[in-house]
């Protein structure tokens, strides 16, 4: 089965028939890629500052199948994202210490760190909202932001990501 798949369940069925092959490597599937199309848990890492949404992101996400990091600002968020691997992060543009746009930029300039999708969830001016999603946000969720939908698009993204040629 080539790409593009439309779903996790497809990629999933690909790789136990042993027919998931990613055509720009020879070698297949990078081994975070494998994990997110395999895995029914994903690990996310969340730059936020509000201790509330904290909490219920937490619970929610948590009972969903993601391992969620919690950060609370994009200095301790861009040593998290070198020290570990993710396959998404969630991120406040509204932040303490750094912004998420300058967290958001530093991120991408990273070299060896692979292209994990960023959503972008937060209060700010659609200006800077616009400006995240021309920086390589995948979406932009405006708060206070519907978890279900967040869920989802997360899902979708880590998904896309995993299995792109």
Do not use: C
């Amino acid at each position: 089965m080539g790409f593009p798949m439309h779903n996790e369940d497809e990629a999933y069925e690909a790789l136990q028939r042993g027919t998931l092959v990613d055509p720009a490597s020879p070698e297949g599937m990078t081994t975070r890629a494998l994990r997110s199309v395999t895995s029914t848990r994903h690990k996310v890492l969340w730059v936020e500052d509000d201790p509330d949404l904290v909490a219920l992101a937490n619970e929610y996400f948590s009972d969903r199948g993601f391992d969620v990091i919690f950060t609370p600002d994009g200095v301790r968020a861009l040593e998290e994202l070198r020290s570990q691997e993710f396959d998404a992060v969630v991120l406040d543009l509204d932040l303490p210490r750094m912004s998420g746009l300058k967290f958001l930029h530093h991120a991408r300039m990273i070299e060896d760190l692979p292209q994990i999708p960023i959503l972008v969830v937060s209060g700010a001016e659609s200006d800077y909202a616009a400006r995240a999603r021309h920086m390589g946000a995948v979406s932009v969720f405006r708060k206070p932001v519907r978890l279900r939908q967040l869920a989802r698009s997360l899902r979708e993204a880590i998904t896309f990501i995993a299995i792109r040629p």
